[in-house]
């Protein structure tokens, strides 16, 4: 079966350092992969060169089999990759409606429209409303974001992604920051995700790794250090030695 | 097929967010009143409308688009030049020659709009203000077409539409320039309430999440740009066809400083703003400049100074009456619904 | 359509009012001076003040029974401000005349207004040929086009000077001045080795001295406008063309009365040809120095002053033999052919053209009494613009 | 030629001594100073006004200058800049411009708006000739005046203990802050130097480039460029900048006078267009 979302020897350097050394990863198709790895293991920099915020310094990247390694991060996206960011990128200014029209409506090729009012777009709209239904943003969609509490910022950070109906969604820390009392709704959102959707999630948080992720890699100083099931990777001492270890 | 409740209020927002709002309507009723209401200030007032439409072409790219530009004056130039040109050699015709023109400095727009798609806010800058340099000099170079340093002379421009002449206290001036603003407006707004307009406003905000929600930005700033640069164009034809004259100085790096500030002064990133701005702007230097014609500009530069070091977001008018009426009580989205910040 | 025709009456009934208000009832006369006070030609527009308020300070505020009432605007230089001001001024403020316009750009662009005002409009310091042609109610009391170049070009030609590059900004009056001096001096037996045009916003002329300087001519000749000027005198020297026996002929412009003194010894001996210095010998340019120099902090008045004091000059004339009529035509025809002895000499007010005629000058930079003045030493009597037939 | 080359070189060191203060504000303090051109003329009225009125020797209003643009430059930095650090670049770009037109203004009410001229002493006139290329002494002055200027802060940027906080304030403000570095006096000090700096070059400049109350605004357009062209990240990307204008307006202007400024400007555009960063950008570098 071809893998959803594919890396070959995928090495990144900054001057003389080398922060993502030679690695290869495979993730077939509606799978729930982790990658967790130290502070400074290089987790971020993957997915910049996964989404194209950076360019590699050689290897490839595949998303269903298509070499995507010289697309930019905008064709990638119509490709059905999607990404959250750690830090909330939202439109802090416009409610969470209008980002969620603006994303369904690119989906559906509606942005370049520059005459039809975005209230007419009733396709958009209708998908936007559904979507915030189900994210638990229906109440608050007509409010700025900016105003919002973290833990519904945190929710339209994903929210976003999902609108454009990703084959692979990568989550970079989906819980980073969320306060307690909202933690358990994010949590059911990510648990609750499409089961045809490939998910990566980076993350620190290990409880939240082995309640959900099916299978795990491990990164440490760049490279790929292990790879397997949660019971195999829960059960490696060496991962303990360096990772558990060090995070405890 | 009755959506569900969700979806009609989701639609019922949008379409209450692009509505005109009662100050729009106010705002226009005034200006077409002071056509008649103030016989002796036509000539400021078209001066008003000209610098309002530059103005708003400035705020599609500047408050929409996010490109700081310095050379706006480039398009506004090529506009009144080639305003002059038609009308002398082609046609006297005015709003044939507005079209013509605006299409003319459209296409300039377009050659040019590739150059600001990348680099930094100082390299846009120093890009735009390189642009109108050099068309500067080309027009100041090719006199045998321009006039070279004397500008344009001897334009004539025939009744609008072969109906309207325009007369010695510039009342017809004025309500042309008025109509082709409001025009212009119209469709500026319809444009910026579209998926287009608002994911243009997603790329300035945020450009990072814009592109990870797909929206590739560069064919994008060209449009916004283009239209900008049509809008710029027309408002040069408009200062030609109105005062029967193109000097060099359409092309001036002051002109471009100038609309900038006037974009300020009024708020970037909702339209009204350059129309506010112009507002202010023409009717204080009118009045600072009889007061005092030497100084002026010292005023004037206070008045800038202060309006940074208080915060221009504060005396932003459409900050001031959505501040106005979220003290009065009104909930906060209607409450806001001119607002914008740019970054 | 009744709006239109509404609109008509309204303007109608509005001139007619503003004419005639004007002519008949109104006891004060106002004139409008648009001029440059800010930008980067405010000091022409300070000049023309200065001889404007001179003239009036020496010959008082009434004339012909009439108050006159002197009107100031800054245009900042720039045409669209200009012709919106001069309307302005017309249509609210009541001008029956208009005065000033700082450069050929800005006086052009009143043209439209004129003709549809017909209100006079005399101009103090643009000196484009052409101007006088754009509209009838153009007079002009500065220079006209190339006047004080034509006898630079003869004299330098009598005076041994064969071999000559020119250079000159970049604009419309240094391209008449060009113009004119090539022709004169190509008739005289002249040769012109090089014609060098420097941008007007120019910081250094080194470059384009250098030039001249390798072309190794007998003399150069120069127009820039006043205030570039000294910065070129010190250059010239500094760039050693004096030393090379090159010689430096120009239009009074370059060693401008308002800053030779700062010029320094440099300037000494530079031969130049203009109708006005500060230094002519007359009772009338006497009392003018004196009376700018008590009310602009001992300031010396230049060219630029002296078309501002015969602009006023030239109003108080028209307005007494029209007895206090203030219609624009009449002003206008009351203006053509007039003949006064000025500061600068005697001129004339051509009746066809409406421009100046009057005599130049050729001066040599000497010290008086300590400071540096343009003391004449040739007349070329009443020179007409060559460009106009 | 060699004239050419000489009088280009002069020419482009004067411009980068006015200029460079301006790369130090950019790339330090990420702000956008159009009003440096304020401080340059600063500098050059200090010493009109000395040598004329007061009759004081022009190698002693160099330093003046120097100290009163700096001392300006002080006080401003501390009661206005400060504030503006971290606005955006539109709020900064007005700013400077409300400043300069209030100096343009304020210059114009206190000293009239005519050209300032002063003498220099006999020994900076005139010319020799070297090698058969014309040198003019005040030229060989200003490059000489400036090359050392250039070396002493070359040095003391690299040398020294105030230089190396310096650019780790450039690299990375929060992380010289972590490192204890006093940053807001670092600022102090650097916006003084380059304001300082500035009034030199105007003090220089005025018997080149003249001097006029229009001064800041007449010569904002090359030291931008020279700033955009030489990037920030160094002093010597804006100086070799500089050093490029320089020759090429000259030389532009002695081969082919007729096109007058067409070429900086096309010069300035190519570059931008093949290196929007600037000449010598460095990766992650402000």
């Known amino acids: 079966m071809t893998p959803a979302l594919e890396t070959r020897a995928l090495v990144k350097r900054f001057g003389g350092l080398v922060v993502t050394n030679d690695v290869s990863l495979s993730i077939r198709p509606g799978a729930r992969h982790a990658l967790i790895g130290p502070n400074g293991a290089g987790k971020t920099t993957i997915i910049n060169l996964l989404t194209g915020a950076l360019t590699p310094s050689s290897g490839r990247i595949l998303i269903g089999g298509e070499d995507i390694t010289e697309a930019s991060p905008f064709a990638r996206v119509k490709k059905g990759m999607a990404r959250t960011f750690q830090i909330n990128q939202l439109f802090d200014d416009l409610t969470p409606l209008e980002s969620m029209v603006l994303a369904v409506g690119e989906r559906l090729g509606h942005g370049t429209r520059f005459w039809r009012s975005l209230a007419s777009d009733s396709q958009a709209a209708a998908e936007a409303a559904d979507i915030l239904e189900r994210f638990r943003l229906a109440d608050v969609m007509c409010l700025p974001t900016r105003g919002l509490p973290y833990g519904k910022q945190r929710l339209l950070e994903i929210a976003l992604a999902i609108a454009l109906k990703p084959k692979v969604l990568l989550l970079d820390e989906p819980a980073a920051g969320v306060p307690e009392e909202d933690r358990h709704e994010v949590l059911a959102i990510v648990r609750d995700l499409p089961s045809d959707v490939t998910v990566v999630l980076i993350e620190h948080d290990m409880d939240l790794v082995f309640s959900f992720a099916d299978r795990i890699s491990v990164l440490a100083a760049g490279r790929l250090f292990a790879e397997g099931s949660v019971a195999e990777i829960s059960r490696d001492p060496e991962v303990k030695a360096i990772y558990l270890g060090d995070a405890a | 097929m009755s959506p569900l409740p969700r979806q009609a209020l989701a639609s019922a927002f949008l379409r209450r967010k692009a509505r005109w709002k009662p100050l729009e309507y106010g705002f226009w009723i005034l200006a077409l009143g002071a056509a008649f209401a103030l016989p002796s200030q036509q000539l400021l007032l078209s001066e008003i409308a000209i610098l309002a439409l530059f103005a708003m072409s400035l705020d599609l790219i500047v408050g929409y688009a996010g490109i700081l530009s310095l050379g706006h004056a480039a398009f506004f130039g090529v506009g009144a030049y080639a305003a002059g040109l038609l009308s002398l050699h082609l046609t006297a015709e005015p709003l044939t020659g507005l079209i013509l023109s605006g299409a003319i400095a459209g296409l300039l727009g377009l050659a040019t709009s590739y150059l600001v798609l990348r680099g930094s806010d100082l390299t846009k800058l120093m890009t735009t203000f390189g642009v109108s340099m050099l068309i500067s000099e080309a027009a100041n170079q090719a006199a045998w077409l321009t006039g070279g340093a004397d500008g344009l002379s001897g334009i004539l421009i025939d009744p609008i539409a072969g109906l309207f002449e325009f007369d010695l206290f510039g009342q017809t001036g004025y309500l042309y320039c008025l109509t082709v603003l409001f025009a212009a407006l119209v469709i500026a707004r319809r444009i910026v309430h579209a998926p287009f307009g608002l994911s243009l406003k997603a790329i300035k905000r945020n450009s990072r999440r814009a592109a990870m929600l797909g929206i590739s930005p560069n064919r994008r700033i060209v449009v916004i740009y283009t239209l900008s640069a049509v809008y710029a164009g027309f408002a040069g034809a408009l200062l030609t066809q109105t005062t029967s004259f193109v000097s060099p100085d359409v092309l001036a790096f002051h002109r471009s400083a100038d609309v900038l500030l006037v974009l300020v002064l009024g708020g970037v990133g909702y339209l009204y703003g350059g129309v506010i701005g112009a507002v202010i702007f023409t009717v204080l230097r009118a009045w600072l400049s009889v007061v005092t014609p030497q100084y002026w500009m010292f005023w004037i530069g206070l008045v800038l100074v202060a309006l940074v070091l208080v915060g221009r977001d504060r005396i932003n008018p459409a900050r001031l009456t959505a501040w106005v009426r979220t003290k009065t009580g009104r909930a906060a989205p209607s409450a806001a619904p001119l607002a914008k910040e740019e970054a | 359509m009744a709006s239109v025709s509404r609109r008509l009456f309204m303007t109608g009934a509005a001139l007619c009012s503003l004419l005639f208000s004007h002519a008949y009832a109104a006891e004060t006369v106002k004139i409008g001076l648009v001029l440059p006070m800010t930008g980067p030609f405010a000091s022409t527009g300070r000049q023309v003040e200065a001889g404007v308020k001179a003239y009036m300070a020496l010959n008082g505020d009434t004339v012909a029974g009439k108050k006159v009432e002197v009107v100031l605007r800054d245009d900042a230089g720039t045409a669209d401000q200009t012709r919106r001001i001069a309307q302005e001024l017309v249509v609210k403020d009541g001008a029956s005349m208009l005065m000033g316009f700082g450069l050929t750009p800005l006086a052009l662009s009143v043209a439209p207004v004129l003709a549809q005002a017909k209100v006079p409009a005399i101009i103090t310091s643009a000196t484009t040929s052409i101007i006088t042609q754009k509209s009838d109610y153009f007079v002009r009391t500065s220079m006209a086009g190339p006047q004080s170049a034509v006898p630079v070009a003869t004299w330098a030609a009598k005076n041994g000077l064969k071999r000559v590059v020119t250079l000159v900004s970049d604009y419309g009056p240094g391209i008449d001045i060009e113009k004119g001096f090539t022709d004169q001096f190509k008739k005289d037996g002249g040769e012109i080795l090089e014609a060098v045009r420097v941008p007007l916003q120019n910081p250094d002329f080194a470059p384009f001295l250098q030039r001249v300087r390798d072309t190794k001519p007998d003399a150069v000749f120069v127009f820039v406008p006043s205030g570039v000027g000294s910065i070129f005198m010190k250059q010239f020297v500094e760039r050693g063309l004096r030393d090379a026996g090159i010689k430096l002929i120009a239009t009074g412009d370059v060693t401008d009365d308002d800053l030779l003194n700062g010029m320094g010894d440099a300037a000494l001996g530079v031969i130049t040809g203009h109708f006005y210095s500060a230094n002519h010998d007359s009772a009338e340019n006497k009392a003018f120095v004196a009376e700018v120099r008590k009310a602009n902090n001992n300031m010396r008045p230049n060219f630029m002053s002296v078309g501002g004091y015969d602009a006023m000059a030239l109003a108080y004339a028209a307005l007494k033999k029209t007895n206090g009529d203030t219609d624009g035509t009449k002003l206008v025809e009351a203006m053509k052919g007039m003949a006064w002895t000025s500061p600068r000499g005697p001129i004339t007010i051509d009746a066809k053209t409406r421009d100046i005629v009057q005599d130049i000058y050729m001066r040599e930079v000497k010290k008086v009494d300590g400071e540096l003045y343009n003391v004449e030493f040739a007349t070329f009597p009443k020179v007409r613009d060559p460009n106009t037939p | ?286």
Not at chain 4, 250 to 262: N, T
């Open chain 4, 1 to 286: 030629m060699l004239t050419i080359l000489f009088d280009g070189i002069a020419y482009g060191m004067l411009l980068f001594v006015l200029a460079c203060g301006l790369a130090v504000t950019l790339g330090l303090m990420n702000f956008v100073n159009l009003a440096h051109g304020a401080f340059a003329m600063a500098g050059g009225y200090v010493t009109v006004v000395l040598m004329n009125r007061y009759g004081i020797s022009f190698y002693w209003c160099l330093p003046a200058a120097f100290l009163f643009s700096a001392a300006l430059g002080a006080v401003l930095e501390v009661t206005l800049y400060r504030r503006l650090y971290a606005a955006s670049h539109l709020d900064q770009v007005l700013f400077s411009i409300g400043l300069v037109f209030m100096a343009v203004a304020g210059v114009d009410f206190f000293m009239g708006g005519q050209q300032q001229l002063i003498s220099l002493p006999p020994e900076l006139s005139g010319r020799f000739n070297l090698l058969g290329a014309d040198i003019g002494r005040y030229r060989l002055f200003i490059i000489v005046l400036c090359a050392l200027l250039t070396i002493a802060l070359q040095t003391t940027l690299t040398r020294t203990r105030i230089g190396s906080q310096l650019r780790a304030a450039v690299d990375d403000g929060r992380v010289a802050r972590g490192l204890g570095i006093n940053v807001s006096v670092i600022f102090v000090l650097t916006f003084a130097l380059g304001s300082g700096l500035a009034g030199l070059g105007g003090a220089l400049g005025v018997e080149l480039l003249g001097l006029d109350p229009n001064f800041p605004l007449k010569y904002l357009i090359y030291f931008m460029i020279v700033v955009t062209i030489g990037g920030t990240s160094s002093i010597t990307g804006p100086f070799l900048a500089a050093l490029l204008l320089g020759i090429a307006d000259v030389a532009g202007k002695y081969y082919l006078p007729s096109l007058g400024a067409f070429i900086i400007y096309a010069v300035m555009i190519a570059f931008l267009i093949l290196r929007p960063n600037g000449l010598f950008f460095r990766e992650g570098g402000r």
